[in-house]
């Protein structure tokens, strides 16, 4: 059975919570329908913008199934799968892989740090020999900033000769060129994605499969184009990837995953977006002012979420 | 309702695993029983040590109601139940305190790193408030060279002077005696746990509660008689600190976790007891070897577990 790869711009979700923290599958399923509406080729659903380690195992589960109830396709689902045990790892890619999703995106485990090659290599295939099924597509996601367990090209290198054909690709949040750039070259048609769109146009020009962006949660649309501009030999491609990139570089002014909640909750008009659960805190009055005054001074339009679609 | 605070020495309990890594209960009453036999103070089930965070939720919960079905005292159990997600750690903290158990060792949520101490402060808060019952008590567990996530002075303070009945003590595995030492100085009263026996003396001197250490899985009366000599005013308490810390130090020429399994193996004729999840693994042949020669040149004898009580 052949399985498609991904490939494009995929987005790792933000997840709604309601004031009771619990998560909220509605507006989930809303935004999740909204940027594919949008173009985006993926959904990288419980990823770190997702708060995804914050969830237990049942809530994301819940989450998923509420996607496939209101009739998201499966087949454009990454899940993140990856967990300190590798018990509950085995579960949710199991899961996943049930219910039809593209692949998964699968951190390690990441409490002991320090830990050896062999270790990674065994937590790794202790979960895709449990989950035993030839659909499973597994991404590995290397995020040493946050994880600060990473997979080095070694471990890389041991899985895709093991699991030829089921360790297919990998998302490169290590912020390091260098690093992508040795992955690209020493693992032609893996599926390389960039963690941020900063990084796109190099990446596919590079031979990688495209980038796995945060900020896509904001501005799907305008990221998507430089794919397409590239995927069409368009002369435009540097110029719209300048632009993603300035954006981009004015999110980073701010935490992240609270700043794309905030604009969510603008752009929606729904006050709960900016709910994030602990030990992530919201922006202050003062924060969300200064990112939306420096957005409107790059001539992003947060009423209409700046490069994006509209009907 | 008054609770005792735990006070002495307490060990975090490595967690046996069977051959297809699954828990291993009866293994891990028995080793638990002989501890409490061997007179330490307590037992700091679910710990680093323990491989807790490479458990799912309901096999903390399993192994929990295994030493409770099997006679063993409530009162005498610390699980460790801090997690990622604070529902996790919520329900985790409920079960424990449901059951009756004298505390619980509380991680910080330590996927994120670099958050702020609103956020940490909130993520304990929110246990607490969701458990709401009055017989918790919390022991914070600092352990920043694997949580990476460190609870400083200023999180202490902010949770001891909201939760004064609630977070009674902490269990510091920096390593790092200024830090201890600034606790014991800047709380007094607190139940304050070197996180090694190494600092055993200069904790209770300083007016701390004890030890919670991970090498009282293979030395607990000898780690307990420095604590008994202390008490009693013993002047051998200084020599006997001396001897375990000697040991101490031959431990930690290994990988802990793999060589107090390792030591438990050979002690109990049981060569699962090596067994670790990924991403930790075994010591080699040639590790354990080493291992008991070095234990031998110091003369601390296998066959009985060094310097314990026999029979």
Chains 1, 2 share one sequence.
């Not at 909204?34 to 708060?51: H, K, N, R, Y």
Request: proline share 5%; charged share 20%; with cysteine.
């Amino acid at each position: 059975m052949t399985r498609t790869r991904f490939s494009g711009v995929l987005v790792p979700v933000i997840t709604p919570f309601n004031d009771d923290l619990s998560p909220n599958a509605g507006a989930f399923v809303s935004h999740c329908r909204w940027m594919l509406d949008q173009g985006v080729d993926g959904l990288a659903i419980f990823g770190t913008t997702s708060e995804a380690n914050s969830l237990t195992v049942a809530e994301r589960k819940m989450l998923l199934e509420a996607l496939l109830e209101n009739g998201l396709p499966a087949g454009k689902l990454m899940p993140g799968t990856g967990a300190c045990s590798i018990m509950d790892a085995a579960d949710l890619t199991a899961h996943a892989v049930s219910r039809g999703c593209g692949g998964v995106l699968m951190l390690p485990p990441f409490y002991y740090k320090a830990v050896d090659t062999d270790g990674l290599f065994a937590s790794f295939s202790e979960v895709i020999e449990r989950v035993a099924d030839q659909r499973l597509h597994v991404y590995l996601y290397h995020i040493p900033p946050v994880a600060q367990v990473p997979i080095g090209l070694d471990l890389i290198e041991r899985l895709v000769e093991r699991y030829p054909d089921t360790v297919v690709g990998l998302k490169d949040s290590s912020g390091d060129w260098a690093n992508t750039q040795a992955i690209l070259d020493g693992f032609p048609g893996f599926a390389t994605f960039a963690g941020s769109e900063s990084f796109l146009l190099d990446t596919v020009r590079g031979g990688g499969a495209g980038c796995i962006t945060a900020s896509g949660n904001a501005n799907p649309a305008g990221i998507r184009k430089v794919y397409s501009a590239w995927a069409e030999g368009s002369g435009k491609a540097d110029d719209l990837q300048a632009r993603i990139s300035q954006i981009r570089n004015t999110l980073q002014g701010y935490p992240m995953i609270p700043a794309l909640k905030a604009m969510t909750a603008r752009f929606t008009g729904d006050d709960d977006w900016a709910l994030t659960r602990p030990p992530l805190t919201a922006l202050s009055d003062g924060q969300v002012a200064s990112l939306m005054a420096d957005l409107e001074a790059i001539g992003f339009d947060i009423a209409t979420n700046g490069d994006c679609v509209t009907a």
